[in-house]
């Protein structure tokens, strides 16, 4: 089994400080969550940014300022920028971060969902191949968001058609569109081609339970205020960090080791920045 790859989602562009007083906006605080998850053993950081005012934005100049920032107190952790971004931004506006040079990876939403009440969260066909055609152009691993089954199938016709290189990396989001089961990862992790890699993210209380059954089944996994905001039932979280923290009590348990960001960018095949 490769050693664990933890990713930390930090921030998200939902949630707010109203759900926990410790969700990042400015680009200090985005650098203080970096840190306390990168400190803790995350070797990826799953990075949206936000206005001071706390409005997603995917504007490259803060981009920049923030991943900057998140260099100078974890100098080697792998920054994935969404490029989803918030619900009803355009593709050019999504894009932005991608043009940031020796950005690694992004993430590349594989279909269109439903995102609660009346959002729709919408990745036509000619969005997908267009972001994966880009990240190919500029050497960009793309981690492929998985949000129910069609749209790994999506992923692996891109692929035969050009859009996505091989090995492919997916992110199952379980607890959004697909329900947060066993069952239902042990169905996606069987759907993907044989030599790609594979993370879990369970959103809200599933965070947890689906952490302990990813690393058990040798997948990598995610966690961070964007998924979850508590520790416990009740319980705020007061960091990334402690979310991050608890992954690895979990892996240390169940007797998985943890990738530092160099061994994470071996297992992924990043491409040399
Ligand atoms: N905020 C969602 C609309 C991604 O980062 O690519 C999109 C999202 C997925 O969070
Ligand atoms: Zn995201």
Known sequence: ??????????????VTKEHNPAIPYTVEEI???AKSAYD???????????????TPTQDR????ACINAIREVAPD?????????AVGMTDLERLQPTEIEGTEMATLDCGTLNFGGDEIFINTENTIKNFGRIMIE???????EVFDKGMIDYAIRFEK?????????????LGVQMSASARDLAFMVDSIPEGSTWTVSGIGRHEFPMAAIGIAMGGHVRVGFEDNVYLDRGVLAKSNGELVERVVRLAKELGREVATPAEARKILNLEEK
Not at 40 to 54: E, F, K, T, W, Y
Not at 161 to 173: A, E, T, Y
Request: aromatic share 6%; hydrophobic share 45%; glycine share 10%.
């Open 1 to 14: 089994m490769d050693k664990l790859i933890i990713t930390a989602a930090i921030s998200g562009a939902e």
């Open 31 to 33: 650098a203080r969550e």
């Open 61 to 64: 100049a803060r981009f920049e």
């Open 77 to 85: 952790v792998i920054i994935q920028p969404s490029t989803g971004g």
């Open 40 to 54: 803790a053993g995350a070797s990826i950081i799953h990075l949206h940014v936000r206005n001071d005012d706390g």
């Open 161 to 173: 058609q050009g859009f996505i290189k091989k090995p492919m990396h997916f992110d199952f989001v």
């Open 138 to 144: 500029r050497g960009i691993k793309p981690e492929i």
